[in-house]
């Protein structure tokens, strides 16, 4: 079992790019999670996909959207790139909850470190 | 919001000694993971504690959660380099949608 995959492992872009960020869920996952986790600081939960729907949102701009697609696999997709977005992005992947107060494992992949320069 | 603080923000054990981080939330802790991650790369799950009074423990490190004092602690016993990293507590606000505390780096001298 591969756990948790993310694509690219660095990116380099420029400031008002626009950047796709990749993620594979571990086997048997259907939830998957991205984090946003700058420099000393703990992850930030950006956003939820559960059977390709955002199902929860964290405190950031429509600048981040996402997507899941039938395979559960996700991407992370940043619009309009802020130096500000400079910061290792984490995707995590859990199995389906019962409901809200069910909480399972959540595994993490090695990130995605971004620099905005 | 809720909000997660860990103490302390660093500490440097000598090799053998034990150790314990702490988590407090500002609200009602219904769960409380606990994850290790090394400087830049992603995160290790060690354990999720989901009841009040629940222990766990995984070879040397062991983690309990206090509900009425909304707090969790990890301990661990007989440090080792292996152990050395930086521990972050996360709190579930919603199914596993977390919130972290910021961390604490723990640096383990032979």
């Known amino acids: 079992d591969a756990g948790v995959t993310q694509s690219p492992t660095h990116l380099i872009k420029t400031r008002g790019q626009q950047v796709t960020l990749r993620c594979s869920p571990k086997?048997?996952?259907?939830?998957v999670s991205w984090y946003q986790q700058a420099l000393g600081q703990g992850p930030q939960f950006i956003f939820q996909?559960?059977?390709?729907?955002?199902?929860q949102r964290g405190n950031f701009p429509d600048r981040f959207s996402g997507h899941q697609f039938p395979n559960y696999s996700s991407e992370l997709n940043v619009n309009a790139l802020l130096l500000g977005d400079s910061a290792l992005y984490l995707c995590?992947?859990?199995?389906?909850?019962?409901?809200?107060?069910?909480?399972?494992?959540?595994?993490f992949g090695q990130g995605t470190r971004l620099t905005v320069v | 919001s809720q909000e997660l603080e860990q103490s302390p923000q660093s500490l440097i054990v000598q090799e053998g000694k034990n150790l314990t981080i702490n988590c407090t939330s500002s609200?009602?802790?219904?769960?409380l993971y606990w994850y290790k991650q090394k400087y830049g790369e992603g995160l290790i799950f060690l354990m999720m504690l989901q009841k009040g009074g629940e222990e766990k423990s995984h070879e040397k490190i062991t983690a309990k959660l206090d509900e009425k004092k909304q707090q969790s602690s990890l301990h661990i016993t007989a440090s080792q380099p292996s152990h050395a990293g930086i521990y972050l507590c996360?709190?579930?606000?919603?199914?596993?949608?977390?919130?972290f505390g910021k961390g604490t780096t723990l640096s383990v001298s032979s």
């Open positions: 995590a992947s859990s199995p389906t909850a019962p409901d809200r107060h069910y909480y399972t494992e959540a595994f």
């Open positions: 996909y559960y059977e390709e729907e955002e199902r």
């Open positions: 086997s048997g996952h259907d939830t």
């Open positions: 996360g709190a579930p606000q919603a199914g596993t949608a977390l919130i």
């Open positions: 609200k009602t802790l219904y769960g």
